[in-house]
């Protein structure tokens, strides 16, 4: 194992060099955070997780979120965490605006940030500022909002094969607003976002760190946290949101409550719910992906093999990587 000292260079001063963690749900992001900042808690530069994820940010969405309890927390402090109530709207803007000032108020502080990213968009805005898009008009919101989804996804695979490639079916906002900058513009969402693909990096003092899965592994992993998710009480947490309207209409979104919701309205069965919980999970790992190789090009990024590796043998390597 490496000296702890080693590590020691990721914070010295607000413009020291720092990771931010990105890799697939279920592959261990958030262990390895926890692992790297104990690791700093031993110097006179402790480091802090800050949470990029556009669901953990919920209130009572705790199990399906795959929020960090207190006992895998281990003491280490968590941000941007249990923000805002379930009818609450939370965007990337929100996150930024919550993010920026933390992470310069950390290092002012000689407390070294560590950036989770469960949200790869988040990540993305965070590491290379927001793509912005024309806002369309209320004409062109209402004419989206009254399509049905199978209509807008028709509509999206033939004005925009690759934002049909890389939305979710079931995301139906990322689906309307690609409909919507299209139809304000008349030209596809993905095409505009080639400027921000090639805009030069603007946080260069944020180290990316991804963590490479094999398909298969992760796909196991997934199905067994899932499994996991039901036995800690997912079913019986989403049915008292359910059942007391909590839910809003971007919280009802989450993967894990999303598809509890269609058995609690009698639309299927409790156990076709949780099958859907793991193929949509998958589903969603498998456009993580995506984003994970438009990150993979950024200067100076460190990317590990994680597999079933022990969450210290993945530090140790992220720590010798980063110093070199």
Not at 152 to 162: C, Q, S
């Amino acid at each position: 194992m490496l000296a702890i000292g080693s590590f020691l260079s990721f914070s010295v001063n607000p413009i020291a060099r720092y990771p931010v963690i990105v890799g697939p749900t279920a592959g261990g992001k958030t262990a390895l955070a926890v692992e790297l900042a104990h690791r700093l808690a031993r110097s006179d530069q402790p480091g802090q997780i800050v949470t990029a994820d556009a669901y953990q940010i919920y209130r009572d969405l705790t199990i399906g979120t795959a929020k960090p309890t207190i006992e895998e927390q281990q003491g280490i402090t968590h941000h941007l965490i249990d923000l805002v109530d379930l009818k609450a709207r939370f965007t990337v803007h929100d996150w930024l605006n919550l993010a920026n000032p933390l992470i310069e108020s950390l290092q002012s502080n000689s407390i070294t940030p560590i950036v989770v990213g469960g949200t790869n968009l988040y990540v993305k805005a965070f590491l290379d500022g927001l793509f912005e898009a024309p806002e369309p008009t209320q004409a062109i919101k209402a004419q989206v909002e009254a399509m049905s989804q199978p209509d807008r996804r028709a509509m999206l695979g033939k004005v925009d094969p690759i934002a049909f490639e890389r939305i979710d079916g079931a995301d139906l906002r990322r689906t309307r607003r690609a409909l919507e900058v299209y139809l304000q513009t008349g030209t596809p969402i993905s095409e505009l976002q080639k400027q921000w693909e090639h805009e030069k990096t603007s946080r260069p003092q944020a180290v990316l760190v991804g963590l490479d899965w094999p398909t298969e592994l992760i796909n196991s992993r997934i199905n067994q946290r899932v499994k996991l998710m039901i036995d800690a009480g997912l079913v019986e947490e989403a049915r008292a949101i359910f059942d007391r309207g909590g839910f809003g209409d971007q919280s009802r979104e989450a993967i894990g409550y999303k598809q509890l919701i269609a058995h609690f309205e009698g639309r299927c069965t409790l156990d076709e719910a949780i099958e859907r919980i793991k193929i949509d999970t998958r589903r969603f790992a498998k456009n993580q992906r995506t984003w994970l190789k438009r990150l993979r090009v950024r200067p100076g990024s460190i990317w590990v093999e994680a597999g079933n590796r022990d969450v210290q043998d993945i530090a140790d390597e992220v720590v010798l990587m980063f110093n070199t």
